[in-house]
Nanobody, 123 residues
Framework: QVQLVQSGGGLVQAGDSLRLSCAASGRTVSTYDMAWFRQPPGKEREFVAAIRWGGGNTYYADSVKGRFTISEDNPKNAVYLQMNSLKPEDTAVYYC????????????????WGQGTQVTVSI
């Protein structure tokens, strides 16, 4: 049984940094696409970043490019999202995801999800 357990998040001020963690069990992160999505208040869940299986290529939404970094720690079987220069518009519930779907930028590409963690960025 696959389980993704998230940690991190919280309330920060604009310009601050946060790191989200996602610890996987029942699945080896390096052999699956791993991603972060977020759901702002009143909006749909949206793609944030992904790290592809095999080569480890990374991809980002335009809104976070240059500020967020996704990475893997294979010995710990975990994925991280380092978020720098946070903005109020980054406020959302963030979700870790794992899968091997056709479209790694789409929710449909993932079959396992973390429990979600709130990130709130104040002005």
């Amino acid at each position: 049984q696959v389980q993704l357990v998230q940690s991190g998040g919280g309330l920060v001020q604009a310009g601050d940094s946060l790191r989200l963690s996602c610890a996987a069990s029942g699945r080896t992160v390096s052999t699956y696409d791993m991603a972060w999505f977020r759901q702002p208040p009143g909006k749909e869940r949206e793609f944030v970043a992904a790290i592809r299986w095999g080569g480890g290529n990374t991809y980002y939404a335009d809104s976070v490019k240059g500020r967020f970094t996704i990475s893997e720690d294979n010995p710990k079987n975990a994925v991280y999202l380092q978020m720098n220069s946070l903005k109020p518009e980054d406020t959302a519930v963030y979700y870790c995801a794992s899968g091997l779907g056709v479209d790694f930028r789409s929710r449909s590409g993932y079959d396992a999800w973390g429990q979600g963690t709130q990130v709130t960025v104040s002005i």
